[in-house]
């Protein structure tokens, strides 16, 4: 079963416009933890932001926002005013005990943002 | 330096071939990770280990062997390569359950 699904595979938005990206996760845990990464067109994999399981805050940093709703099981990144630079690959992931003290760490399969100049 | 790295990041491998990709990391993070990324799956766990010793199997280990005989190092081994494996293979670390990982460069590897 699908642990976390980014049903939008790519979303293409004119700069300066507002997208929502979104992200949909199944966990059994009471305790857990969520994550947002972004892999610019370079490779690397840039941490953005982590919300654990009992903190249901919405974030704003800047330009992104982060909406967290445990009764849908969804923890959806806005992105404001966007801008050529958003333009990257965003991974939502969630962190779950496993066996034997083990961590997992499961990533969405990402959606591709494109801001069109 | 400090950090995690990966190497070799690039290599070309022969089909049958067994090659072994290496990841270091300073921090002696207990938490460590193999992902392979292919275009339309996103990033998919191939191993994944909370400390010397103890590894468990992700979604896709099959074709796959990790070790962790230290905290730092977490190779991770394909025992015979086939064009399947063709991917580019990102190791991860961290210290804890409510801390970020921390991811290498990547390797490319080919296979042919």
């Known amino acids: 079963a699908q642990k976390v699904t980014q049903a939008q595979t790519e979303i293409s938005v004119v700069e300066k416009e507002d997208v929502t990206l979104d992200c949909v996760y199944e966990?059994?845990?009471?305790?857990?933890?969520l994550f947002w990464y972004k892999q610019p067109p370079s490779g690397e994999l840039v941490f953005l932001i982590r919300?654990?399981?009992?903190?249901?805050q919405n974030e704003i940093s800047g330009r992104y926002s982060w909406n967290f709703q445990k009764s849908t099981s969804s923890f959806n990144f806005t992105i404001t005013a966007s801008q050529v630079v958003d333009s990257a690959v965003y991974f939502c992931?969630?962190?779950?005990?496993?066996?034997?003290?083990?961590?997992?760490?499961?990533f969405g399969t990402g959606t591709r943002l494109t801001i069109i100049p | 330096d400090a950090g995690i790295t990966q190497s070799p990041r690039y290599k070309i491998t022969e089909t049958g071939r067994q090659v072994t990709l290496m990841c270091h990391q300073t921090?002696?993070?207990?938490?460590m990770f193999w992902y392979r990324q292919d275009l339309g799956h996103g990033l998919r766990l191939i191993y994944y280990?909370?400390?010397?010793?103890?590894?468990d199997k992700g979604e896709v280990p099959d074709g796959y062997v990790v070790s962790r005989s230290k905290t730092e190092n977490f190779p991770l081994t394909l025992e015979s390569a086939t064009r399947s494996q063709t991917s580019v293979y990102f190791c991860a670390s961290r210290g804890s359950l409510n801390t970020e990982a921390f991811f290498g460069q990547g390797t490319r590897l080919t296979v042919v």
């Open positions: 280990s909370a400390a010397a010793d103890i590894t």
């Open positions: 992931a969630l962190s779950e005990r496993s066996n034997f003290g083990n961590e997992k760490l499961t």
């Open positions: 966990t059994r845990d009471t305790t857990y933890y």
């Open positions: 919300r654990n399981s009992f903190d249901e």
């Open positions: 921090w002696s993070h207990s938490y």
